[in-house]
């Protein structure tokens, strides 16, 4: 091999090394097209949601609710029929949306249920089961012993309607059904008062 063949030699590297390189990068792009691309442009969305004691109560309720009228869609009730917040006109409600899978809703209910024994029918209590089979509806209600109405959201509608994102979530309507107050996550009784108290003068 003379002397002009070697000096050349990291030319000719460097050349090589450079395609290949392109090749390569090429072949993922190409790659990761045939994933991602049918000849269509195509957005992926992913949400991640948590249940039970690892959701993040700021994040259970998208948005700033309060002033808005809140729905009136009929949905069907535990006992039967079918049921409606507009069945309430003319009184403060507490609605809280529930499931018999979510262990906060199971933790929080007595401290719904001993508020809503104590303030007499001042202000309607209204359970909205969300996802839930009307048998798994039932057994909640009794191994908690709510008294209160109890509608049932099969599919989910209504909870995402409103903007409850993870369970629990309870909100204070006035006697005309507008949103005072919304509560994400697990409610004791003291923070309920709080805000039946500071929004209705109720306590």
Known sequence: MDIATLRRRPFLLAVVSTLIALLVAGAAAAGVAALTDDG???????????AGSDQDPAATIDGNPSGDAFPTKPLPKLAGGLGSLRDYAGTPVVVNFFASYCVPCVKEMPALEQVHDDLGGRVAFVGI???DSQKDT??????????YDVLR????????????????????????????????GPIDAAELRRLLATHLSIS
């Open 40 to 50: 269509h442009q195509r957005r992926v969305d992913a949400t991640l949601k948590l």
């Open 138 to 147: 039932e057994s909640f209600v009794e191994r908690t012993g709510a008294s």
């Open 129 to 131: 089961d969300v996802r």
């Open 153 to 184: 959201d099969p599919a989910g509608s209504l909870a995402v309607e409103v903007g409850v994102i993870n369970l629990p979530a309870t909100f204070v309507l006035d006697a005309e059904g507008h949103v005072l107050a919304a509560h994400a």
